[in-house]
Protein backbone atom coordinates (compact mmCIF):
# COMPACT_ATOMS: atom_id res chain seq x y z
CA UNK A 1 0.00 0.00 0.00
CA UNK A 2 1.00 3.67 -0.64
CA UNK A 3 2.42 5.73 2.26
CA UNK A 4 1.37 9.19 0.17
CA UNK A 5 -0.15 9.62 -3.29
CA UNK A 6 2.12 13.39 -3.30
CA UNK A 7 4.09 11.70 -6.55
CA UNK A 8 6.92 15.18 -6.23
CA UNK A 9 7.12 14.79 -2.09
CA UNK A 10 7.22 11.06 -2.01
CA UNK A 11 9.38 9.34 1.23
CA UNK A 12 12.16 7.16 1.43
CA UNK A 13 10.36 3.86 0.97
CA UNK A 14 9.02 5.26 -2.58
CA UNK A 15 9.03 1.95 -3.92
CA UNK A 16 5.49 0.80 -1.90
CA UNK A 17 3.83 4.04 -3.93
CA UNK A 18 5.22 2.87 -7.38
CA UNK A 19 1.94 0.89 -8.36
CA UNK A 20 -0.06 3.94 -7.51
CA UNK A 21 2.02 6.27 -9.36
CA UNK A 22 2.80 4.40 -12.67
CA UNK A 23 -0.93 3.79 -13.41
CA UNK A 24 -1.72 6.81 -12.64
CA UNK A 25 0.70 9.43 -13.93
CA UNK A 26 3.38 9.55 -16.90
CA UNK A 27 6.96 10.80 -16.89
CA UNK A 28 8.44 12.81 -20.67
CA UNK A 29 9.85 9.28 -21.59
CA UNK A 30 8.47 6.10 -21.80
CA UNK A 31 10.29 2.74 -21.87
CA UNK A 32 9.71 0.31 -24.67
CA UNK A 33 9.80 -3.37 -24.99
CA UNK A 34 13.27 -3.57 -25.14
CA UNK A 35 13.59 -1.35 -22.37
CA UNK A 36 14.75 1.57 -24.66
CA UNK A 37 13.49 5.45 -23.66
CA UNK A 38 10.77 6.40 -26.63
CA UNK A 39 8.37 9.55 -26.61
CA UNK A 40 6.62 9.61 -23.55
CA UNK A 41 4.95 13.23 -22.42
CA UNK A 42 7.53 14.60 -24.98
CA UNK A 43 6.98 13.68 -28.65
CA UNK A 44 10.58 14.61 -29.22
CA UNK A 45 13.59 16.36 -27.66
CA UNK A 46 17.04 17.71 -28.57
CA UNK A 47 20.00 17.58 -26.38
CA UNK A 48 23.04 20.42 -26.39
CA UNK A 49 26.01 21.47 -24.42
CA UNK A 50 26.77 24.84 -22.99
CA UNK A 51 30.17 26.51 -23.63
CA UNK A 52 30.23 25.47 -19.76
CA UNK A 53 30.08 21.93 -19.91
CA UNK A 54 26.09 21.54 -18.77
CA UNK A 55 23.64 19.10 -20.67
CA UNK A 56 20.74 20.98 -22.11
CA UNK A 57 17.70 18.94 -23.05
CA UNK A 58 14.60 20.76 -25.08
CA UNK A 59 11.59 18.69 -24.64
CA UNK A 60 8.72 19.42 -27.32
CA UNK A 61 5.19 18.13 -25.30
CA UNK A 62 2.19 16.32 -26.85
CA UNK A 63 -0.36 19.24 -27.56
CA UNK A 64 -2.92 15.80 -27.07
CA UNK A 65 -2.68 15.83 -23.05
CA UNK A 66 -5.25 16.55 -20.77
CA UNK A 67 -5.55 15.91 -17.33
CA UNK A 68 -8.25 13.68 -16.04
CA UNK A 69 -11.16 16.53 -15.34
CA UNK A 70 -10.98 16.14 -19.46
CA UNK A 71 -10.62 20.12 -19.63
CA UNK A 72 -7.23 21.01 -18.35
CA UNK A 73 -4.65 20.62 -20.72
CA UNK A 74 -0.30 19.56 -19.89
CA UNK A 75 1.79 22.19 -20.17
CA UNK A 76 5.13 22.90 -19.09
CA UNK A 77 4.33 24.83 -16.44
CA UNK A 78 3.61 21.60 -14.70
CA UNK A 79 6.55 20.40 -15.26
CA UNK A 80 8.41 23.36 -13.35
CA UNK A 81 5.81 23.45 -10.36
CA UNK A 82 6.12 19.70 -9.80
CA UNK A 83 10.39 19.68 -9.98
CA UNK A 84 10.33 22.44 -7.76
CA UNK A 85 8.05 20.63 -5.26
CA UNK A 86 10.14 17.28 -5.53
CA UNK A 87 13.35 19.60 -5.12
CA UNK A 88 11.48 20.51 -1.07
CA UNK A 89 10.19 17.22 -0.40
CA UNK A 90 11.48 14.33 1.24
CA UNK A 91 13.93 12.73 -1.62
CA UNK A 92 14.97 16.05 -2.47
CA UNK A 93 18.71 14.51 -3.51
CA UNK A 94 17.03 12.33 -6.06
CA UNK A 95 17.17 15.98 -7.93
CA UNK A 96 20.40 16.77 -7.82
CA UNK A 97 21.63 16.51 -11.64
CA UNK A 98 19.44 19.92 -12.02
CA UNK A 99 21.54 23.08 -12.37
CA UNK A 100 21.11 25.11 -9.59
CA UNK A 101 19.76 21.83 -7.32
CA UNK A 102 22.76 22.10 -5.38
CA UNK A 103 22.68 25.43 -3.96
CA UNK A 104 18.87 24.76 -3.06
CA UNK A 105 19.70 21.58 -1.28
CA UNK A 106 22.24 23.50 0.56
CA UNK A 107 19.78 26.54 1.69
CA UNK A 108 17.49 23.75 3.20
CA UNK A 109 20.34 22.06 5.21
CA UNK A 110 21.21 24.86 6.69
CA UNK A 111 17.77 25.94 7.24
CA UNK A 112 17.86 29.22 5.17
CA UNK A 113 14.70 31.62 5.19
CA UNK A 114 11.62 30.59 2.48
CA UNK A 115 12.68 33.67 0.54
CA UNK A 116 16.32 33.12 -0.08
CA UNK A 117 14.65 29.04 -0.94
CA UNK A 118 12.32 30.50 -3.13
CA UNK A 119 14.75 32.76 -4.78
CA UNK A 120 17.16 29.71 -5.43
CA UNK A 121 14.45 27.57 -6.81
CA UNK A 122 14.02 29.97 -9.52
CA UNK A 123 17.33 29.73 -10.72
CA UNK A 124 17.00 25.52 -10.90
CA UNK A 125 17.85 24.64 -14.40
CA UNK A 126 13.87 23.92 -14.87
CA UNK A 127 11.92 26.64 -17.23
CA UNK A 128 8.93 26.98 -19.15
CA UNK A 129 9.70 28.27 -22.56
CA UNK A 130 5.99 28.48 -23.50
CA UNK A 131 3.20 26.17 -22.95
CA UNK A 132 4.49 23.08 -24.56
CA UNK A 133 8.45 23.40 -24.78
CA UNK A 134 10.14 22.66 -21.52
CA UNK A 135 14.43 23.51 -21.41
CA UNK A 136 16.08 21.03 -18.90
CA UNK A 137 19.42 22.07 -17.91
CA UNK A 138 21.81 19.36 -16.01
CA UNK A 139 24.83 20.80 -13.72
CA UNK A 140 26.62 18.09 -16.07
CA UNK A 141 26.10 15.48 -18.39
CA UNK A 142 24.09 12.51 -17.70
CA UNK A 143 23.82 9.85 -19.92
CA UNK A 144 21.18 8.18 -17.60
CA UNK A 145 18.53 11.27 -17.38
CA UNK A 146 16.09 9.92 -20.05
CA UNK A 147 15.83 6.54 -18.52
CA UNK A 148 15.04 7.77 -15.06
CA UNK A 149 12.44 10.01 -16.59
CA UNK A 150 10.37 7.20 -17.41
CA UNK A 151 10.60 5.73 -13.77
CA UNK A 152 11.24 8.14 -11.35
CA UNK A 153 8.23 9.45 -10.59
CA UNK A 154 9.51 12.63 -8.65
CA UNK A 155 10.14 14.10 -12.09
CA UNK A 156 6.31 13.43 -12.95
CA UNK A 157 4.50 16.70 -14.04
CA UNK A 158 2.46 17.75 -11.13
CA UNK A 159 -1.33 19.66 -11.78
CA UNK A 160 -0.37 23.08 -11.44
CA UNK A 161 -3.69 24.38 -12.10
CA UNK A 162 -5.16 22.66 -9.64
CA UNK A 163 -2.55 23.24 -6.75
CA UNK A 164 -2.45 27.32 -7.42
CA UNK A 165 -3.24 28.85 -4.31
CA UNK A 166 -3.70 26.72 -2.16
CA UNK A 167 -1.52 26.48 1.54
CA UNK A 168 0.39 23.51 2.11
CA UNK A 169 -1.76 21.84 4.26
CA UNK A 170 -4.49 22.22 0.98
CA UNK A 171 -2.00 20.64 -1.04
CA UNK A 172 -1.41 17.32 1.50
CA UNK A 173 -5.03 17.47 2.00
CA UNK A 174 -5.28 17.49 -2.21
CA UNK A 175 -3.02 14.17 -2.65
CA UNK A 176 -3.43 12.10 -0.13
CA UNK A 177 -7.73 12.62 0.58
CA UNK A 178 -8.88 11.77 -2.94
CA UNK A 179 -12.07 13.09 -3.79
CA UNK A 180 -14.54 15.11 -6.30
CA UNK A 181 -12.00 13.32 -9.08
CA UNK A 182 -8.94 14.69 -7.49
CA UNK A 183 -6.03 14.27 -7.35
CA UNK A 184 -5.46 14.56 -11.02
CA UNK A 185 -4.12 12.07 -13.19
CA UNK A 186 -2.62 11.19 -16.66
CA UNK A 187 -3.00 7.92 -16.67
CA UNK A 188 -5.48 4.99 -17.68
CA UNK A 189 -6.50 5.33 -13.88
CA UNK A 190 -7.39 7.63 -10.89
CA UNK A 191 -7.17 7.18 -7.26
CA UNK A 192 -10.95 7.47 -6.29
CA UNK A 193 -10.39 6.10 -2.90
CA UNK A 194 -7.81 5.21 -0.59
CA UNK A 195 -9.01 3.35 2.59
CA UNK A 196 -5.65 3.57 5.19
CA UNK A 197 -7.18 1.07 8.06
CA UNK A 198 -8.50 -1.06 4.72
CA UNK A 199 -5.63 -0.93 2.98
CA UNK A 200 -7.06 -0.82 -0.21
CA UNK A 201 -7.01 1.89 -2.82
CA UNK A 202 -9.79 2.09 -5.51
CA UNK A 203 -8.95 2.80 -9.19
CA UNK A 204 -11.53 4.04 -11.56
CA UNK A 205 -11.06 4.66 -15.39
CA UNK A 206 -10.17 7.85 -16.72
CA UNK A 207 -11.66 8.31 -19.82
CA UNK A 208 -9.67 11.39 -20.82
CA UNK A 209 -6.02 9.58 -20.84
CA UNK A 210 -4.38 9.86 -23.69
CA UNK A 211 -2.44 6.80 -22.81
CA UNK A 212 -5.13 4.09 -22.80
CA UNK A 213 -4.09 1.01 -24.04
CA UNK A 214 -5.97 0.29 -27.56
CA UNK A 215 -8.70 -2.07 -27.34
CA UNK A 216 -9.12 -5.81 -29.39
CA UNK A 217 -12.31 -6.68 -30.63
CA UNK A 218 -15.00 -6.96 -27.89
CA UNK A 219 -12.33 -6.05 -24.98
CA UNK A 220 -13.03 -3.05 -22.58
CA UNK A 221 -11.26 -0.85 -20.32
CA UNK A 222 -12.00 -2.01 -16.63
CA UNK A 223 -14.08 0.71 -15.23
CA UNK A 224 -12.79 -0.21 -11.09
CA UNK A 225 -9.83 -1.48 -10.02
CA UNK A 226 -9.20 -2.30 -6.15
CA UNK A 227 -5.36 -2.62 -4.78
CA UNK A 228 -5.23 -4.72 -1.37
CA UNK A 229 -2.29 -5.35 0.71
CA UNK A 230 -3.48 -9.59 2.09
CA UNK A 231 -1.49 -11.97 3.77
CA UNK A 232 -3.81 -14.33 2.09
CA UNK A 233 -3.55 -13.07 -1.35
CA UNK A 234 -3.66 -16.77 -2.44
CA UNK A 235 -6.21 -17.68 -0.41
CA UNK A 236 -8.16 -15.41 -1.96
CA UNK A 237 -7.49 -16.06 -5.77
CA UNK A 238 -7.99 -19.93 -5.08
CA UNK A 239 -11.71 -18.40 -3.81
CA UNK A 240 -12.30 -16.07 -6.81
CA UNK A 241 -11.99 -13.28 -4.97
CA UNK A 242 -9.27 -11.72 -6.49
CA UNK A 243 -7.90 -11.84 -10.00
CA UNK A 244 -4.39 -11.19 -9.72
CA UNK A 245 -1.55 -12.33 -7.08
CA UNK A 246 1.68 -12.25 -6.96
CA UNK A 247 3.62 -15.80 -5.99
CA UNK A 248 5.63 -14.33 -3.02
CA UNK A 249 7.02 -17.96 -2.10
CA UNK A 250 9.86 -19.21 -3.95
CA UNK A 251 8.71 -22.84 -2.00
CA UNK A 252 5.25 -22.73 -3.64
CA UNK A 253 6.69 -22.44 -7.11
CA UNK A 254 8.15 -25.67 -6.32
CA UNK A 255 5.17 -27.76 -6.24
CA UNK A 256 2.93 -28.17 -8.38
CA UNK A 257 2.41 -25.07 -11.01
CA UNK A 258 -1.21 -23.56 -11.90
CA UNK A 259 -1.76 -23.36 -15.52
CA UNK A 260 -2.32 -19.34 -15.07
CA UNK A 261 1.13 -19.13 -13.32
CA UNK A 262 2.74 -16.06 -15.18
CA UNK A 263 6.61 -15.29 -15.19
CA UNK A 264 8.02 -11.90 -15.75
CA UNK A 265 11.82 -11.17 -16.41
CA UNK A 266 13.18 -8.37 -13.72
CA UNK A 267 16.49 -6.00 -14.02
CA UNK A 268 17.79 -7.21 -10.94
CA UNK A 269 20.75 -9.51 -9.89
CA UNK A 270 21.03 -11.75 -6.83
CA UNK A 271 24.57 -11.64 -5.75
CA UNK A 272 27.22 -12.76 -2.81
CA UNK A 273 29.17 -10.26 -1.58
CA UNK A 274 32.60 -10.50 0.66
CA UNK A 275 33.50 -8.88 3.66
CA UNK A 276 36.83 -7.34 1.99
CA UNK A 277 38.51 -5.56 5.51
CA UNK A 278 38.16 -9.16 7.28
CA UNK A 279 41.19 -11.66 6.72
CA UNK A 280 41.23 -14.28 5.16
CA UNK A 281 38.70 -12.16 2.44
CA UNK A 282 40.74 -8.97 2.66
CA UNK A 283 42.74 -10.40 -0.71
CA UNK A 284 40.98 -9.92 -3.75
CA UNK A 285 42.78 -12.83 -5.03
CA UNK A 286 40.67 -15.34 -2.57
CA UNK A 287 37.69 -13.38 -3.18
CA UNK A 288 38.09 -14.48 -7.20
CA UNK A 289 39.13 -17.89 -6.31
CA UNK A 290 35.47 -18.29 -4.29
CA UNK A 291 33.38 -16.80 -7.46
CA UNK A 292 35.22 -19.60 -9.56
CA UNK A 293 34.24 -21.63 -6.59
CA UNK A 294 30.49 -21.24 -7.32
CA UNK A 295 28.24 -23.44 -10.47
CA UNK A 296 25.30 -21.46 -11.03
CA UNK A 297 23.25 -23.81 -13.10
CA UNK A 298 23.73 -26.31 -9.91
CA UNK A 299 22.85 -23.81 -7.35
CA UNK A 300 19.03 -22.78 -9.06
CA UNK A 301 18.45 -26.28 -10.46
CA UNK A 302 15.04 -27.38 -9.56
CA UNK A 303 14.57 -24.43 -7.33
CA UNK A 304 12.25 -21.85 -9.34
CA UNK A 305 10.12 -23.10 -12.99
CA UNK A 306 12.58 -21.06 -14.96
CA UNK A 307 16.12 -19.18 -13.84
CA UNK A 308 18.18 -17.29 -15.54
CA UNK A 309 22.08 -18.13 -13.82
CA UNK A 310 24.72 -15.09 -13.77
CA UNK A 311 27.81 -14.15 -13.15
CA UNK A 312 28.01 -10.56 -14.21
CA UNK A 313 26.38 -7.98 -12.66
CA UNK A 314 24.05 -6.42 -15.60
CA UNK A 315 21.35 -8.01 -17.00
CA UNK A 316 21.35 -9.18 -20.19
CA UNK A 317 18.11 -7.06 -20.84
CA UNK A 318 19.72 -3.92 -19.91
CA UNK A 319 20.63 -1.23 -22.60
CA UNK A 320 24.78 -1.09 -22.32
CA UNK A 321 25.13 -4.51 -20.64
CA UNK A 322 28.29 -6.58 -21.30
CA UNK A 323 28.49 -8.85 -24.50
CA UNK A 324 28.80 -12.06 -23.94
CA UNK A 325 32.58 -11.77 -25.01
CA UNK A 326 33.12 -9.57 -22.05
CA UNK A 327 31.06 -11.44 -19.54
CA UNK A 328 33.63 -15.00 -20.24
CA UNK A 329 36.63 -12.75 -18.78
CA UNK A 330 34.82 -11.87 -15.72
CA UNK A 331 34.75 -14.80 -12.98
CA UNK A 332 33.03 -17.72 -14.04
CA UNK A 333 32.73 -20.88 -12.80
CA UNK A 334 36.47 -22.94 -12.71
CA UNK A 335 36.26 -25.64 -9.89
CA UNK A 336 39.81 -27.01 -10.37
CA UNK A 337 41.11 -23.40 -11.10
CA UNK A 338 39.43 -22.19 -7.20
CA UNK A 339 40.33 -25.55 -5.40
CA UNK A 340 44.04 -24.84 -6.18
CA UNK A 341 44.20 -21.15 -5.37
CA UNK A 342 42.03 -21.45 -1.80
CA UNK A 343 44.75 -24.56 -1.34
CA UNK A 344 46.41 -23.47 2.27
CA UNK A 345 45.35 -19.65 2.21
CA UNK A 346 45.78 -18.42 5.89
CA UNK A 347 42.42 -17.82 7.68
CA UNK A 348 40.33 -20.37 6.02
CA UNK A 349 40.99 -22.65 8.82
CA UNK A 350 37.91 -21.23 10.38
CA UNK A 351 34.11 -21.64 8.91
CA UNK A 352 32.95 -18.10 6.78
CA UNK A 353 29.56 -16.90 8.28
CA UNK A 354 27.16 -16.34 5.77
CA UNK A 355 23.94 -14.23 6.91
CA UNK A 356 21.01 -13.85 4.68
CA UNK A 357 17.51 -12.31 5.04
CA UNK A 358 14.85 -14.53 6.91
CA UNK A 359 11.56 -15.29 6.27
CA UNK A 360 10.09 -16.40 3.04
CA UNK A 361 10.30 -14.68 -0.62
CA UNK A 362 9.96 -15.09 -4.66
CA UNK A 363 13.67 -15.29 -4.04
CA UNK A 364 14.71 -18.99 -2.95
CA UNK A 365 17.07 -17.84 -0.20
CA UNK A 366 17.18 -20.66 2.46
CA UNK A 367 18.30 -22.92 -0.53
CA UNK A 368 20.66 -20.65 -1.94
CA UNK A 369 22.53 -20.35 1.03
CA UNK A 370 22.77 -24.26 1.80
CA UNK A 371 23.76 -25.05 -1.50
CA UNK A 372 26.43 -22.25 -1.89
CA UNK A 373 27.67 -23.80 1.87
CA UNK A 374 28.05 -27.15 0.04
CA UNK A 375 29.55 -26.14 -3.29
CA UNK A 376 32.20 -24.36 -1.07
CA UNK A 377 32.99 -27.12 0.88
CA UNK A 378 33.47 -29.04 -2.30
CA UNK A 379 36.84 -26.38 -2.18
CA UNK A 380 37.66 -27.08 0.82
CA UNK A 381 35.55 -23.80 2.61
CA UNK A 382 33.74 -24.70 5.57
CA UNK A 383 30.45 -21.91 5.67
CA UNK A 384 28.34 -21.24 8.51
CA UNK A 385 24.45 -19.86 8.07
CA UNK A 386 23.00 -16.89 9.72
CA UNK A 387 19.33 -16.11 8.67
CA UNK A 388 18.79 -13.12 10.46
CA UNK A 389 15.63 -10.73 10.57
CA UNK A 390 17.75 -7.56 11.06
CA UNK A 391 19.47 -8.31 8.03
CA UNK A 392 20.73 -4.55 7.27
CA UNK A 393 21.75 -4.16 10.68
CA UNK A 394 23.68 -7.64 10.85
CA UNK A 395 25.89 -6.90 8.15
CA UNK A 396 26.60 -2.86 8.62
CA UNK A 397 27.32 -4.24 12.21
CA UNK A 398 30.72 -4.53 13.09
CA UNK A 399 33.51 -5.88 15.34
CA UNK A 400 35.77 -4.78 17.81
CA UNK A 401 38.62 -4.71 15.89
CA UNK A 402 36.55 -2.58 13.30
CA UNK A 403 35.75 -4.91 10.58
CA UNK A 404 31.94 -6.07 9.96
CA UNK A 405 31.13 -8.63 11.30
CA UNK A 406 29.95 -11.19 8.82
CA UNK A 407 31.77 -12.64 6.37
CA UNK A 408 29.45 -13.12 3.26
CA UNK A 409 26.06 -12.10 2.87
CA UNK A 410 23.50 -12.47 0.19
CA UNK A 411 21.30 -9.62 -2.02
CA UNK A 412 18.93 -8.84 -3.96
CA UNK A 413 19.61 -5.45 -6.07
CA UNK A 414 16.81 -4.53 -8.60
CA UNK A 415 17.23 -1.52 -10.92
CA UNK A 416 15.06 2.05 -10.35
CA UNK A 417 15.80 3.02 -14.11
CA UNK A 418 16.68 1.15 -17.25
CA UNK A 419 20.20 1.91 -17.34
CA UNK A 420 23.65 0.34 -15.98
CA UNK A 421 23.90 3.40 -13.72
CA UNK A 422 21.62 2.48 -11.34
CA UNK A 423 23.44 -0.99 -10.53
CA UNK A 424 26.77 0.62 -10.13
CA UNK A 425 25.38 3.33 -7.31
CA UNK A 426 25.36 0.83 -4.91
CA UNK A 427 28.82 0.38 -4.74
CA UNK A 428 30.17 3.72 -5.26
CA UNK A 429 31.73 4.96 -1.69
CA UNK A 430 28.41 6.57 -0.67
CA UNK A 431 26.57 3.50 -2.04
CA UNK A 432 25.10 1.05 0.93
CA UNK A 433 27.04 -2.01 -0.07
CA UNK A 434 28.89 -2.48 3.36
CA UNK A 435 31.70 -4.29 2.05
CA UNK A 436 34.26 -2.01 3.01
CA UNK A 437 36.15 -2.10 -0.55
CA UNK A 438 36.62 1.78 -0.44
CA UNK A 439 39.54 1.09 2.20
CA UNK A 440 41.18 -1.43 -0.04
CA UNK A 441 44.37 -0.42 -1.38
CA UNK A 442 43.98 2.93 -0.19
CA UNK A 443 40.92 3.42 -1.88
CA UNK A 444 42.58 3.90 -5.19
CA UNK A 445 40.49 0.87 -7.30
CA UNK A 446 37.45 2.62 -6.09
CA UNK A 447 38.81 5.61 -6.72
CA UNK A 448 39.21 4.13 -10.12
CA UNK A 449 35.60 2.37 -10.28
CA UNK A 450 34.59 5.95 -9.98
CA UNK A 451 36.23 7.54 -12.33
CA UNK A 452 34.91 5.08 -15.16
CA UNK A 453 31.43 5.45 -13.85
CA UNK A 454 31.33 9.29 -14.09
CA UNK A 455 33.15 9.12 -17.53
CA UNK A 456 30.44 7.13 -18.87
CA UNK A 457 27.55 9.04 -17.59
CA UNK A 458 28.89 11.57 -19.25
CA UNK A 459 29.57 9.92 -22.48
CA UNK A 460 26.88 10.95 -25.27
CA UNK A 461 27.92 8.00 -27.32
CA UNK A 462 26.34 4.94 -25.89
CA UNK A 463 28.90 2.30 -27.78
CA UNK A 464 31.53 4.82 -25.69
CA UNK A 465 29.66 4.48 -22.17
CA UNK A 466 28.78 0.71 -22.77
CA UNK A 467 32.76 0.28 -22.95
CA UNK A 468 33.40 2.49 -19.71
CA UNK A 469 30.83 0.43 -17.98
CA UNK A 470 32.01 -2.55 -19.14
CA UNK A 471 35.27 -1.65 -16.97
CA UNK A 472 33.72 -0.66 -14.22
CA UNK A 473 32.23 -3.91 -13.72
CA UNK A 474 35.55 -5.67 -14.48
CA UNK A 475 37.18 -3.48 -11.33
CA UNK A 476 33.94 -4.32 -9.13
CA UNK A 477 33.93 -8.14 -9.97
CA UNK A 478 37.15 -9.44 -11.21
CA UNK A 479 39.86 -6.77 -10.23
CA UNK A 480 38.65 -6.95 -6.58
CA UNK A 481 35.96 -9.07 -6.97
CA UNK A 482 33.95 -7.09 -4.41
CA UNK A 483 30.99 -9.17 -5.02
CA UNK A 484 29.69 -12.28 -7.20
CA UNK A 485 26.44 -12.51 -9.13
CA UNK A 486 24.51 -15.70 -8.83
CA UNK A 487 21.60 -15.04 -11.07
CA UNK A 488 18.39 -12.37 -12.41
CA UNK A 489 15.49 -12.99 -10.81
CA UNK A 490 12.14 -13.42 -12.43
CA UNK A 491 8.63 -12.52 -10.82
CA UNK A 492 6.30 -14.62 -11.08
CA UNK A 493 2.30 -14.30 -10.54
CA UNK A 494 -1.66 -15.44 -11.44
CA UNK A 495 -4.19 -13.65 -13.21
CA UNK A 496 -7.35 -14.40 -14.64
CA UNK A 497 -8.03 -15.21 -18.43
CA UNK A 498 -10.59 -12.20 -18.16
CA UNK A 499 -7.70 -9.91 -17.58
CA UNK A 500 -5.49 -9.03 -20.40
CA UNK A 501 -2.63 -7.01 -20.68
CA UNK A 502 -2.16 -6.87 -16.69
CA UNK A 503 1.42 -7.35 -15.98
CA UNK A 504 4.91 -7.13 -13.60
CA UNK A 505 7.36 -4.79 -14.59
CA UNK A 506 11.00 -5.07 -15.23
CA UNK A 507 11.56 -3.13 -11.75
CA UNK A 508 9.54 -5.69 -10.23
CA UNK A 509 5.79 -3.60 -10.37
CA UNK A 510 2.55 -4.37 -11.11
CA UNK A 511 1.81 -2.65 -14.08
CA UNK A 512 -1.53 -1.68 -15.37
CA UNK A 513 -0.53 0.64 -18.32
CA UNK A 514 -2.07 -2.29 -20.67
CA UNK A 515 -4.98 -3.75 -18.82
CA UNK A 516 -8.41 -4.39 -20.57
CA UNK A 517 -11.32 -7.01 -19.70
CA UNK A 518 -11.24 -9.64 -21.97
CA UNK A 519 -15.08 -10.02 -24.20
CA UNK A 520 -17.59 -11.16 -22.05
CA UNK A 521 -18.83 -14.47 -22.78
CA UNK A 522 -21.49 -14.70 -24.94
CA UNK A 523 -24.85 -15.71 -23.12
CA UNK A 524 -26.56 -19.23 -24.30
Known amino acids: MPTTLDWNHSDPTSWVNYPIMLATQRGLTTLGVDNSVQPGLAERWERSRTAEGQEVYTFHLRRDVLWSDGVTPLSAEDFVVGWHRALQGRERGEMADLAGAAEVLALQEQGAPAEQVRAALARVGVEALDAHTLRVTLARPRSYFLARLANVYLFFPAPSADLAGRTDEQVRDYFDRPRDGRPLSLGPYRVERWDRAGERVRLVHNPYSAFSPPLGPGERAAPVLTLMKSEIG ?28 QRESLLSTYFLAFNTERPPLDRPEVRRALARAIDREALLKGLLPAARPSHVLLPPELPGAATPEEATRLPHFEPERARAELVGVPGLERPLRLVYRAGDSFVPEVAIAERLAAQLAEVGVRVTLDARADFSSEVARRTEEGPRAYDLYLRRLGADYAHPNTFFTLFERTGNHQTGWETQQGGEPLARFEALLEEADAEPDAARARTLYGQAQAVLLDEMAVIAPLYHPDRYFRTRDSLRGVDVDPFNFLSLRSLRLAPAPEVP
Open 234 to 261: SALYERERVDFVFVDSAVALQGRRPKDL
